[in-house]
C-alpha cells in the first residue's frame, strides 16, 4: 500500500508538471473563467471526456495509432482549424460584468482544446505511457486510482483558475480583461495555425 501511496503522489507531481504550462485548455480557462467561477469544473469534464478513453487506448497497447500519418493530418487539420476558431470567438467577445463574454459551453472549451492539441496526444504516449505502465503493476486498483487522481489534479487546477479569474475581475475591470481575452484568443490562433502548419507538413510528407 505504502509503494502504491508513493505511486500516487508521484503522479500528482507529474500531472502538476504538464497542467501548469501555458497551453490551449489554460487559455480557454480564463476565458470561460470571466464568466462562471466554476467554469474549470466543466472544463476539466471536458478534458477527460477525451483523456479517459486515450488512457484506456493506451492500455491496451493502441498508443501508435497516433503516430499514424493519417490520424496526425486529421488532428493537426481539423483539429487546428477549431482552434483558431475559438481563437476568433475569443478576439470579438463582448468583455463586460454583465455579459456572457465567450459563447460556447465550458465542456466544449475543456474537449475541443484538448482533443485539437497534438501535444497532449505527444505527453500521454511519451510521458503518460510510462505511468500507465507503472499503474497496471498495481493491478486493476491501481489503474483505476491512478486515472482519478489524474483526473483530479486537472480539475482543482482548472477551477483554481476560474475562481480566481471570477473573483479579479472586479478587482481589474473590464479594460484589463479585454488584454486578456486578446491574447488569450491570440494564444489560441497561433496554436492552431502551428497545427494546422503541421498537418500540413504530413500531408506534404506523403507526397
Do not use: Q
Request: with cysteine.
Amino acid at each position: 500500500m505504502s509503494a502504491l501511496l508513493i505511486f500516487l503522489a508521484g503522479v500528482i507531481i507529474v500531472t502538476l508538471s504538464g497542467v501548469l504550462m501555458p497551453g490551449p485548455v489554460l487559455a480557454g480557462a480564463v476565458a470561460k473563467g470571466y464568466e462562471d467561477k466554476n467554469a474549470g469544473v466543466w472544463i476539466a469534464i471536458g478534458h477527460g471526456i477525451i483523456e479517459v478513453p486515450l488512457i484506456i487506448l493506451i492500455y491496451l497497447g493502441l498508443s501508435y495509432i497516433f503516430e499514424v500519418s493519417t490520424v496526425k493530418i486529421l488532428i493537426g487539420l481539423i483539429g487546428g482549424s477549431l482552434m483558431v476558431y475559438l481563437g476568433i470567438g475569443m478576439l470579438r467577445a463582448d468583455v463586460n460584468v454583465e455579459a456572457k463574454a465567450f459563447d460556447h459551453s465550458p465542456t466544449f472549451v475543456g474537449f475541443v482544446t484538448s482533443a485539437s492539441n497534438p501535444a497532449f496526444y505527444l505527453w500521454w504516449v511519451a510521458i503518460g505511457s510510462l505511468l500507465i505502465m507503472t499503474a497496471v503493476e498495481f493491478g486493476r486498483i491501481g489503474f483505476i486510482l491512478f486515472i482519478i487522481v489524474h483526473w483530479l489534479v486537472d480539475l482543482l487546477w482548472y477551477w483554481f483558475v476560474t475562481v480566481s479569474v471570477f473573483t479579479s475581475k472586479k478587482i481589474f475591470g473590464d479594460g484589463i480583461w479585454r488584454w486578456v481575452f486578446v491574447l488569450c484568443g491570440s494564444t489560441l490562433i497561433v496554436f492552431g495555425g502551428w497545427f494546422i502548419l503541421g498537418g500540413i507538413e504530413e500531408v506534404a510528407a506523403l507526397l
